[in-house]
């Protein structure tokens, strides 16, 4: 009776489909377990190899729970609305929702291939309107509800309203306008569309005029980690910047909630480092400096500082390129450097102005003044410093600040060292240790003591105040594209009103055209039913569906709300979160804020999605290349070339190859001549009759031509040996490179796992015979491992235990059942289909799957004897096992009775036996 693999496979993924296997109940008296992926976005690529990790890491531990007892929900989906299926649209005529419908179908049947355990009765798609229609009801709470500072939570906008008519601002800072103050009676004066400016001022989705990354190529505003060298990274068209209407997520008062939060789940040290980054929170001050310039309009200039003790070492400022001031500052005799310095800051991304290395600026021809000693200050503009940041201007302290002092070299501006000896006039020294030299009325005062003093005599100035920043800015929440989901906003007369949830959901309209708007807007302004509505023309960005995505698979199917309140109340956070760390802050950040303001406005209760993330590292590619001489169609194999890699010193072109003509390293030259026109008439340079290809790890990618379908391995191994293979490649989150010939080892595996139960002439070969000991603890050793290895998802060492297991066992020549049918039981979630076909062949009722994890019984592990080396004058001679419990007098015996020792003896009695118990016996002649 033979392994056949994907006869086995296929049926049991129908039988599991017809009997809804993994259909999951809201209701339940077992314990819960919320097992989700990070789910995809449907590409027209499809799934290669490297995809199903983490999908498969998440499936081996649902299963697992469910053995434990547990209700599992485990859904999956489709992050559907998004750049990539527009431009799709674009350049080949096909609209989103017909080239989406495409690729979810094509990833479906590839998901199925694999045999996950999801319940798809609970899919969800992004671009629904059953499903947006509740993001864009998200949207509106947003819309309508402020942060109380006071409170520490989101509110309904109406409480802010009744506290206007009472008591004007008091109390109430404005976020979007921090100077803003008025009375009730002001308040009361206000015509109807000041009212809503102010409260757009509140609001935690609002909208302004923002300056973003505009590409005309592509029509749409970019990321700042979608523009590279002024550059779109999709397709290299350029990019500038330019003020839109834009609409804004008020995600930096919650900035110490995501801060705290870190501290109650468990995401990896290095995750919630770069989410800290992020947010970035600072304390410090901000201070007033007067301004001397040739014009009179700008009076101060505000800068953040973190050191106010370093007040005195103030050698220049730099502000912001983006600034308004900036046209107020610059001197006549420095306008045409600062204009064109703003031209080149305009082509450069935030990410690129960050990462800089080269100092680049250009001074404004004014000057700051010191409010301490008077000294004139040069105002500098330059990349480094982003208008988000505090203020959008810094004092630059050369002495203690190593990219000031760069700055500061690198434009010949004089340092002032305030520091003393602890600055070497070629590093700067950052130290809060220092004594203050140089420093006015601060002289010969530690720097850690200075800066209190400071902030007590600017603020009795009024000049300056303490103040705690972050780097994090407000989070930009619409874009000019057509494929995302419409906005449930309404102008009227320049006013942005909320239309009813009644109204929802407001759908996406068919168009024909993704062409931008007039004025830079997203398509939706050129359709004329669209714009005669005033309808809101920018549309969501990707991230608005994946922000909640994780309450709707708990409640799919509800057409009255978002997610009964008594269902997220069973399910609470997700337990365990698997995905790439590609999300680490914009995606994570944002369902982060989007739960707390669902959790403040009473609509579900925990504040935290994720309780638990794991980021999976990446498979890589192990791509292959082949070496043609340069202006020939001759192709030399790798073992011939030269250490400088030429061959008989002709040039040698490099290139790629597709990794499914080459075996291992072995290229099929037939294959390759018919795999693209030009290597039709391919000639080869063979060693030993056959052509090496070169070989290298690479990202897995199209353009490398070394990307693996999983759809091949599995119809060549089976749906088993693949899961298992990938888990087998190392550890779930580090990255590791694919070897299509490293699988045959584990397809191996589960031959001989298989003929532990069948024999291929016999058929079923188990026996009621009772268990040794030895099998026993084979059994109950292998229990504990994969059950600790599987609840820490260490699933590589996990497949080795099986395969030690299994070894031992046939070295047993065991076929118990007592033994096999646990074991089955154990590698379940890793192997499914073999399992589910043993258990009915073992005729076992129900399913595999609704067993009973086996429970653990250390006493079959426990050793109850040892080997012990027995020395004959302290020289090793034998091994004799011995009883943990045996007394000396038992020991003595034993050893006397032991045909070498007597040979060694001789008949004579031993002067005596040294026994050390679990250590070591030693007879002394």
């Keep these: 009776m033979e392994y056949s693999f994907r006869q086995i496979e296929k049926n049991w993924q129908e039988q599991w489909k017809t009997k809804q296997t993994y259909l999951v109940s809201n209701t339940s008296d077992k314990p819960k377990a919320y097992v989700l992926d990070m789910f995809p976005y449907p590409s027209g690529a499809g799934l290669h190899v490297g995809h199903p990790l983490g999908y498969i890491a998440s499936d081996i531990y649902s299963r697992f729970k469910r053995l434990k007892g547990f209700n599992v929900l485990h859904p999956m989906g489709y992050d559907a609305f998004g750049l990539p299926a527009e431009q799709y649209a674009i350049e080949h005529g096909v609209h989103p929702a017909v080239s989406t419908e495409a690729n979810i179908q094509n990833f479906r049947k590839q998901l199925d291939n694999i045999g996950f355990c999801f319940d798809w009765s609970r899919e969800v798609r992004t671009s629904d309107p059953s499903y947006y229609k509740w993001t864009q009801w998200i949207f509106l709470q947003l819309f309508e509800s402020f942060y109380n500072r006071e409170t520490k939570k989101a509110e309904p906008i109406t409480v802010l309203i009744t506290a206007f008519e009472k008591q004007g601002n008091a109390g109430f800072a404005c976020p979007g306008n921090p100077g803003l103050q008025f009375t009730a009676t002001e308040w009361a004066g206000f015509g109807d569309r000041r009212k809503q400016e102010i409260l757009m001022d509140y609001r935690l989705a609002y909208c302004g005029y923002g300056e973003v990354n505009w590409c005309e190529a592509l029509g749409t505003v970019l990321a700042n980690d979608e523009v590279v060298n002024g550059v779109s990274e999709r397709g290299g068209h350029p990019v500038i910047k330019k003020k839109l209407r834009q609409w804004y997520l008020r995600i930096t008062e919650y900035a110490d909630r995501l801060l705290e939060g870190l501290d109650r789940i468990e995401f990896s040290d290095a995750m919630k480092e770069m989410q800290t980054n992020w947010i970035g929170k600072s304390y410090g001050a901000e201070i007033d400096f007067a301004v001397k310039s040739q014009h009179s309009n700008v009076k101060k200039l505000r800068v953040y500082t973190t050191r106010p003790d370093t007040i005195f070492g103030v050698d220049f400022m730099v502000i912001a390129p983006e600034l308004d001031m900036v046209d107020e500052l610059k001197s006549k005799e420095q306008a045409m450097a600062v204009d064109q310095y703003l031209t080149y800051v305009k082509s450069r991304s935030e990410r690129e102005r960050m990462a800089e290395k080269k100092i680049t600026g250009v001074f404004t021809g004014s000057y700051a003044i010191n409010p301490f000693d008077g000294r004139e200050i040069p105002i500098w503009i330059s990349e480094y410093v982003l208008a988000g940041y505090g203020t959008g201007a810094i004092m630059a302290v050369p002495c203690g600040d190593e990219r000031d002092h760069r700055f500061a070299d690198y434009f010949q501006i004089p340092i002032t060292n305030i520091i003393g000896s602890q600055y070497d006039g070629k590093e700067a020294n950052p130290t809060k240790d220092a004594v203050l030299e140089n420093s006015g009325f601060l002289n010969g005062v530690p720097m850690r003591e200075a800066a209190g003093i400071v902030l007590d005599k600017l603020e009795a100035m009024g000049i300056g105040n303490r103040k705690v920043n972050y780097r994090m800015r407000d989070a930009a929440f619409s874009r000019q594209r057509y494929w995302g989901e419409p906005f449930p906003i309404q102008w009227k007369e320049g006013v942005a009103m909320a239309l009813s949830a009644s109204e929802l959901p407001l759908e996406l309209p068919y168009v024909e055209s993704y062409k931008p708007g007039p004025e830079g807007e997203g398509p939706l302004a050129n359709i004329p039913e669209w714009v005669a509505r005033e309808l809101e023309t920018n549309t969501m960005p990707g991230y608005a569906g994946s922000s909640w995505y994780f309450l709707r698979y708990m409640d799919p199917k509800n057409e009255q709300e978002f997610c009964a309140r008594s269902v997220s109340d069973y399910w609470g956070q997700v337990d365990l979160y698997i995905g790439g760390t590609e999300h680490a802050v914009g995606h994570l950040l944002y369902s982060r804020m989007w739960t707390k303001v669902l959790f403040d406005l009473g609509h579900i209760g925990f504040d935290e999605p994720y309780k638990k993330l794991v980021n999976q590292g990446m498979i890589q590619g192990s791509s292959r290349f082949v070496y043609r001489i340069n202006g020939t169609n001759t192709y030399v194999s790798k073992g011939l070339l030269d250490e400088q890699g030429k061959f008989e010193g002709r040039v040698i072109d490099k290139l790629h190859v597709d990794v499914n003509i080459v075996d291992g390293y072995v290229l ?27 070989a290298e790890v690479e990202k897995m990618s199209k353009s490398k031509f070394n990307t693996v379908n999983p759809d091949h391995i599995v119809e060549k191994f089976g749906a088993d040996t693949f899961r298992i293979y990938e888990m087998f490649l190392g550890p779930v989150e580090i990255s590791k490179p694919w070897d299509t010939k490293g699988i045959e080892g584990v397809h191996r595996f589960l031959k001989k796992f298989w003929r532990l139960y069948v024999d291929e002439i016999k058929g079923l070969n188990l026996s ?158």
């Design 668 to 694: 099929d030259t037939d294959a390759f001549k018919t795999w693209k026109p030009e290597f039709a008439a391919a000639e080869f340079v063979l060693e030993n009759e056959q052509y090496i290809c070169g």
């Design 768 to 925: 009621d015979d009772a268990a040794t000991a030895a099998e026993l603890k084979v059994l109950h050793r292998t229990i504990r491992k994969i059950e600790e290895d599987t609840e820490r998802f260490s699933f590589n060492t996990g497949v080795s235990t099986f395969m030690i297991c299994v070894n031992e066992l046939n070295e047993l020549k065991c076929r118990k059942k007592s033994i096999l049918l646990p074991l089955l039981i154990l590698l379940a979630p890793y192997a499914p289909h073999i399992t589910e076909e043993l258990w009915h062949l073992a005729g076992q009722p129900g399913s595999v799957l609704d067993a009973s994890f086996p429970e653990f019984k250390e006493e079959y592990v426990r050793e109850s004897a040892k080997a012990y080396p027995v020395a004959i004058n302290g020289k090793t001679r034998t091994e004799i096992t011995i009883a943990l419990d045996a007394t000396q007098a038992d020991v003595e015996a034993i050893v006397l009775g032991n045909e070498l020792v007597q040979k060694w003896l001789e008949g004579k009695p031993p002067k005596k036996i040294v026994y050390v118990k679990n250590r070591m016996i030693n007879v002394v002649l």
